[in-house]
């Protein structure tokens, strides 16, 4: 009897020992995650361990909590084509899949003497990559056969579409397009249109998926559920290296199409490789998401500045320092685009009795909600880069916003470049637009600078007289003749009651 408690206690003690292990595999992994996030709230990246990289490759499916929003909830899922697994075989983008097979053959008439197979065979052989991108479970209806298909057209599908659209920027200044392009080279059935108007993989996407659906390609290309793994895309870019610009130029005029996408310029100095961060992306809206970051040479902030909760109690005036555009402007702050072309770059100046608020300009075109959307739902995902940048500056803006004559103010001093239908609708999109969390300290410091303006009454109440007053040439003239006037009546009187003797 005592053997069978003594064997007992021996397999409690082996059973204890196990969970035991396990719990610190757990603990440890959490203990690297937290890290990770005191890194990131100081304005840092770290990544500890190849489980950690493992997981960050994954492409993520929206939180069902950012779904509850109504007004949003469409701004998640493709419109015109569906890219990897997750909306793959949806009734609704069924055009876009048949013509995805002519994005192949335009894609390997690029690559002279590699055929069908040759290029099969390369995506089959990183199949198990490929899957371990998407979240578990998500590829399993797939055969390898049937995922490395999908893959593969997917990517050729977003290869010809940025091919295509850094051909025009390329060419933009042009009268005439050359009839060949060394970074891709068009099919023999293409080569015969007209080059001298338009792109032919401009029209040939017109004739098929139509102009509306062209016009949202690049919409659904930056949804976080409907991304491609960067490494297929690579691997695609590799397989052609031999043709035209080396494979580091090719990366480069990669990134150039994800700039231009944006409506920012080159900083002087600045090389596109600067773009592509040390360690790869995992994917397309990632990358979106750098370029948005990566130009902050001129960042007079930092977001490694921390809460300072003092005598002053600063902590309590930066938690009421959210006001409209138009307040600002009531207290005499202007506004200026940044020189900087992060996203970050905003920065705040007092200069005597008015303040000057720098922001960097966004074109806001139809699709930046969505994109908006799902660059705040990709860093609201785990294993991402979890500083909130551009969450945060999305906040910061929506805090500027409650009002068309907000988008007016921002508008007429080149922040905004709205392609909108009207300064309503632009409004009505940043109010829309839901930010669960944000990094406090990205603009902490600009924060506290305009509140302090905005709270010193010597400083508001003379700006406030000069714009009342000075706002315009005609209320200048008036002030200024109703000044004379008085000044004339008063020595008048003098002169009056107190005649100069003879």
């Keep these: ?60 499916k929206i939180s069902p909590m950012l779904r509850t929003d109504k007004s949003n909830e469409k701004e998640y899922d493709p419109v015109v084509v569906s890219l990897g697994p997750y909306h793959h075989n949806k009734g609704e983008l069924q055009l876009a899949e048949k013509f995805k097979p002519r ?48 893959m593969l057209l997917d990517a050729c599908f977003i290869l010809s579409v940025i091919c295509s659209e850094i051909f025009q920027r390329r060419y933009m200044g042009n009268q005439t397009l050359p ?34 659906g062209w016009a949202n390609i690049f919409r659904d290309m930056f949804l976080l559920e409907n991304q491609v793994p960067y490494e297929v895309l690579r691997v695609l870019i590799n397989f ?18 994800i ?88 920065d705040f100046n007092s200069f005597g009795f008015y303040g000057q608020l720098e922001i960097p300009s966004r074109v806001i075109t139809p699709s930046a909600k969505a994109t908006f959307l799902n660059l705040i739902a990709y860093e609201m995902s785990p294993h991402t880069p979890n500083d909130f940048s551009v969450t945060s500056y999305i906040g910061f803006m929506k805090s500027l916003i409650n009002h068309p004559d907000d988008v007016k103010v921002l508008r007429s001093n080149h922040i905004l470049l709205n392609k909108l239908n009207s300064d309503e609708e632009l409004a009505k999109m940043y109010v829309e637009i839901s930010i669960p969390t944000v990094n406090n300290a990205i603009f902490m410091n600009v924060q506290e600078r305009i509140q302090e303006h905005y709270n010193s009454k010597a400083k508001t109440s003379i700006s406030q007289m ?11 003239i008036g002030l200024l003749a109703a000044t004379l006037l008085l000044v004339l009546t008063f020595l008048q009187t003098y002169f009056t009651i107190s005649p100069r003797s003879s």
């Design 466 to 476: 000069i714009s009342r007053y000075l706002s315009s040439p005609w209320t200048a």
């Design 240 to 257: 052609r290296s031999n043709v035209g610009n080396e494979p580091e130029e090719t990366m480069n005029s990669f990134v150039d199409f």
């Design 259 to 346: 700039v231009h996408r944006q409506g920012t310029s080159m900083p002087e100095g600045r090389t596109l490789s600067t773009s592509i961060s040390q360690r790869r992306p995992s994917h397309l809206l990632e990358m979106y998401r750098t370029s948005f970051l990566r130009f902050d040479s001129n960042q007079k902030h930092s977001p490694k500045a921390k809460f300072r909760v003092d005598g002053k109690n600063r902590f309590t005036n930066y938690t009421h320092s959210c006001r409209s555009a138009t307040e600002l402007k009531a207290k005499g702050i202007n506004f200026r685009p940044s020189t900087g072309k992060s996203l970050t770059d905003i």
């Design 179 to 212: 009839t060949k392009n060394t970074n891709f080279q068009l099919t023999p059935s293409l080569g015969a249109r007209d080059q001298k108007e338009v792109d032919p993989v401009v029209l040939l996407y017109h004739e098929h998926l139509g102009a509306l």
């Design 1 to 60: 009897m005592a053997d069978i408690h003594e064997e007992d206690s021996r397999g409690d003690r082996t059973s204890a020992k196990k969970l035991s292990e396990t719990i610190k595999i757990d603990v440890d992994g959490d203990y690297r995650a937290i890290k990770e996030w005191e890194a990131a709230i100081r304005g840092e990246q770290i990544f500890t361990g190849v489980a950690n990289e493992k997981n960050r490759r994954i492409i993520h």
């Design 103 to 150: 994005t192949l053959l335009m894609f390997l008439a690029s690559c002279p003497g590699k055929t069908i197979d040759d290029l099969c065979e390369r995506v089959l052989a990183m199949v198990d990559i490929a899957r371990s991108c998407y979240v578990e479970g998500s590829t399993d209806a797939y055969d390898d056969k049937e995922f490395s298909r999908m």
